[in-house]
């Protein structure tokens, strides 16, 4: 866990229009997949090098899936389609993240990500590739350099910019271009482009296109009342384009050929996401009320009551209702809170206030006030907590403006002293919920199989990551998720 990202836009370039006007006339290319000259401020290596940056954000922000299996099952199926592009001598990857979000996201130069959550939802390889295929477009065809050549010449900021001075890195190491890439939303283009491209990729590998439409499908019923739990981050940065599901209907039809007997890949993709984690994970800690639990570190602490709070595999971090004070936890490592609190205060453009080296519920700890100078002239102002137990330190950082800093400090100091250690089994004993498959041995309803083989998920969303409806009969032998409590 590191420190939030404490960002917000800015204008990055300070090009003179006339200058600019020179780039832009002078750094037009052909775009390798669809042959048409257009505008590129960012060579190839500089393409590379941000996707290489930001892949490394991404990992660190949500975490790398431990299943080596799916990986590798992943990567193979993503780097088949990478030798089938138009670019295949990028530096191709395929990751899955562990994120529950359903979500996948291509990055410049070839990094491609996809998360657990969005495998749990898909129903065959083919469904896969056509995700894959499509993000791996995205590179292919070069939207993201597109949209940072066009901010450059329009001088919008492509990355966030630190509130804090530079020297204050650990406030938020996500001032990168390269995870700054993770912003960028594509145009309703550049989606239908890379749905063509796309489906091109999959037909070409030997799959079934309607699979495509099936994938669209499940998308369009996740951001429907049917799935107003689990809205897809995909679409927030995939805009849709439109009817996706009749857009593909016409690429078939367009293709004149027929597909019968193309690859589906139906139940050898179930089988390989059975016992898949569904959902938030507890085991990389969980909130209950206000308090953040971690089973595993075994600690846990309080964040103030209505806050809005997220944890990722980085970091914890919660918001005031009104956006204006921030709690994070990050890891110090080993270092000792007194050394780390010393360190911490020393920094250039922080000025320190009272100190206290009393434990926290036992552990041993190190507190200070601080204030730090904001780029833009203001101040910010809190308290930052270094606690160490079990060999690791924790950063807590509690921070607001100055001016507002009387109204938070009570509820920093609170959150500060309510870290400590978890003994309750019934807190450090949470499990995952995982997707189970179950083969029908007659045919029924999805009402009927829940009956039988019930889930702990809402029967709505249980129809949505199966694909099909709550009273549609499934013929005997089908495989069929359900998602358990282990």
Request: one cysteine or more.
């Amino acid at each position: 866990m590191t420190l939030s990202h404490i960002v917000r836009r800015h204008v990055a370039s300070r090009a003179a229009p006339a200058a600019a006007l020179l780039v832009f006339v002078t750094s037009c290319a052909t775009n390798p997949a669809t042959g048409k000259r257009e505008l590129s401020l960012v060579s190839q290596g500089q393409e590379i090098a941000m996707g290489q940056e930001g892949a490394k954000a991404a990992a660190s922000q949500m975490g790398i899936y431990p299943d080596s299996a799916i990986q590798r099952y992943v990567s193979s199926l993503g780097m088949a389609i990478a030798k089938r592009s138009e670019r295949p001598d990028l530096p191709w990857s395929y990751t899955v993240v562990d994120d529950p979000i359903v979500n996948a996201f291509a990055l410049p130069g070839g990094p491609v990500f996809i998360s657990r959550g969005i495998l749990t939802y898909m129903n065959s390889e083919a469904e896969l590739v056509s995700v894959l295929g499509h993000e791996t477009a995205h590179v292919t065809a070069k939207h993201s350099v597109s949209q940072i050549s066009k901010q450059q010449i329009l001088q919008i900021g492509l990355i966030g910019a630190m509130v804090l001075k530079p020297e204050l890195q650990q406030f938020g190491q996500a001032a990168s271009a390269g995870l700054g890439m993770l912003f960028l939303k594509f145009s309703r283009d550049d989606e239908t482009q890379a749905d063509d491209l796309g489906f091109r990729y999959m037909t070409a590998g030997g799959y079934q296109p309607t699979e495509m439409a099936e994938m669209f499908k499940t998308l369009q019923r996740l951001s429907g009342p049917e799935g107003s739990r689990s809205t897809p981050e995909w679409q927030s940065t995939h805009p849709d384009p439109g009817n996706r599901v009749q857009k593909t209907a016409e690429r078939i039809a367009a293709a004149g050929k027929s597909f019968t007997g193309s690859k589906v890949e139906r139940d050898g993709f179930l089988r390989r996401i059975d016992g898949m984690i569904f959902g938030e994970d507890p085991r990389q800690g969980y909130f209950q009320a206000s308090s953040f639990i971690h089973p595993d570190l075994k600690f846990r602490f309080d964040f103030p009551s209505g806050w809005r709070t997220q944890n990722s595999a980085a970091q914890v971090v919660g918001q005031s209702a009104q956006g204006d004070a921030q709690i994070a936890l990050s890891t110090a490592n080993n270092t000792p809170p007194q050394q780390a609190l010393s360190a911490f205060l020393q920094q250039q453009g922080v000025k320190a206030g009272a100190t206290s080296t009393n434990a926290i519920n036992g552990n041993p700890a190190a507190v200070g006030q601080f204030i730090a100078q904001n780029q833009d002239g203001s101040t910010l102002a809190g308290y930052v907590a270094f606690i160490s137990q079990d060999g690791l330190t924790y950063q807590l950082v509690c921070i607001t403006t100055s001016a507002n800093i009387q109204n938070y400090d009570a509820l920093f100091r609170n959150t500060i002293g309510s870290f400590q250690r978890v003994t309750d089994q019934r807190l450090l004993g949470v499990k995952p919920q995982r997707l189970r498959l179950v083969q029908l041995r007659s045919a029924m309803t999805l009402t009927q199989f829940n009956q039988q083989y019930p889930s702990v998920i809402p029967i709505a969303q249980l129809a949505i990551i199966n694909a099909t409806d709550v009273s549609q009969t499934i013929p005997s032998g089908t495989l069929v998720k359900r998602v358990t409590a282990e």
